[in-house]
């Protein structure tokens, strides 16, 4: 069994996009908008935010209060789409129960949409021509193509449809390249028997968000596990952990690679956004 080390993958992966950035005459600006304070998501955006200044990408969070209206957010989306000094704009997501999020991501200038997940961009992917593509999913590709796994004609089930990792993720994983030409399965919350899906895979990719789902009677023997899942548990009184989807002690001997949680796929999306915010910076200049 090999450990996928997503934050080791993630630092050699941003040495070459640091250089681009501090090659710059003017550093490219990444806003990061957060409504509310969602602990995960202070979390993440925290960690977004001080990635970005290590590699000399300036970044600016703005936090609203959850009474702003999605009318007032979505103003400050189109200001930021005309400000010619924002090159990357994220809304960082769960967003306010009832507000549309497709209407807030289809707001965000599709060459400042460095989450990838405007209708133009996801239509650029499923034509086959990928712009700026989703963090999670374009993370995920160089962690297996770092780890020189193979995916050409490989059985990849993906659990999770969502527009953040599971759908975007088929479309670059079928696609007709190096760390694509997998043959795809995806099941989802409606999916009967799942296991008898994911006992099939060569290569299993969870986002669903339940910890510790997956444990040794789901898997095959040699599978690459690619674990999404960030799930907060509480160990005992006042003690808590992060685990994935996936029960890691159970599977990870039977496994011919997997990702820890902490330290697998997160690191690789942050690292990810970095990338997209320079392609962005240079897709406006
Ligand atoms: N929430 C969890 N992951 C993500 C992500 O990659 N982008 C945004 N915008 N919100 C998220």
């Known amino acids: 069994m090999a450990i996928i080390d997503g934050s080791a993958i993630a630092r050699a992966f941003l040495l070459p996009v640091e250089e681009k950035v501090r090659a710059?005459?003017?550093?490219?600006?990444?806003?990061v908008l957060r409504v509310g304070e969602d602990p995960a998501s202070v979390a993440y955006v925290n960690k977004k935010k001080t990635t970005a200044q290590a590699l000399g990408i300036e970044s600016v969070v703005e936090v609203f209060d959850v009474s702003i209206s999605q009318k007032a957010f979505l103003q400050r989306i189109k200001a930021l789409n005309a400000d010619a000094n924002v090159h990357g704009?994220?809304?960082?997501?769960?967003?306010?129960?009832?507000?549309?999020?497709?209407?807030?991501?289809?707001?965000?200038?599709?060459?400042?949409?460095?989450?990838?997940?405007?209708?133009?961009?996801?239509?650029?992917?499923a034509q086959g021509r990928p712009r700026l593509v989703a963090c999670t999913p374009a993370g995920i590709l160089e962690l297996l193509c770092h780890s020189n796994i193979q995916t050409h004609g490989k059985h990849v089930v993906i659990?999770?449809?969502?527009?953040i990792v599971g759908r975007p993720l088929a479309l670059l994983l079928a696609a007709d390249h190096r760390q694509g030409?997998?043959?795809?399965?995806?099941?989802?919350?409606?999916?009967?028997?799942?296991?008898?899906?994911?006992?099939?895979?060569?290569?299993?990719?969870?986002?669903?968000?339940?910890?510790?789902?997956?444990?040794?009677e789901a898997v095959k023997p040699g599978v690459v596990v690619i674990d999404v899942g960030i799930n907060r548990i509480q160990v005992e009184p006042g003690r808590t952990r992060l685990v994935g989807d996936v029960d890691y002690d159970a599977v990870a001997p039977l496994a011919a690679y997997i990702t820890p949680v902490p330290g697998g796929v997160g690191p690789m999306t942050v690292a990810q956004l970095m990338a997209n915010t320079l392609l962005a910076y240079r897709l406006q200049i």
């Open 24 to 31: 710059l005459k003017k550093p490219p600006r990444l806003v």
């Open 159 to 163: 659990v999770g449809r969502s527009v």
């Open 181 to 216: 030409n997998a043959t795809l399965t995806i099941c989802h919350s409606q999916t009967q028997n799942l296991f008898d899906f994911t006992r099939q895979a060569d290569i299993l990719i969870s986002a669903i968000g339940k910890p510790r789902f997956f444990g040794a």
């Open 89 to 125: 704009i994220l809304v960082q997501t769960p967003l306010p129960l009832g507000w549309d999020a497709y209407a807030l991501f289809n707001a965000v200038h599709p060459l400042k949409d460095v989450d990838g997940f405007h209708a133009e961009n996801i239509g650029l992917l």
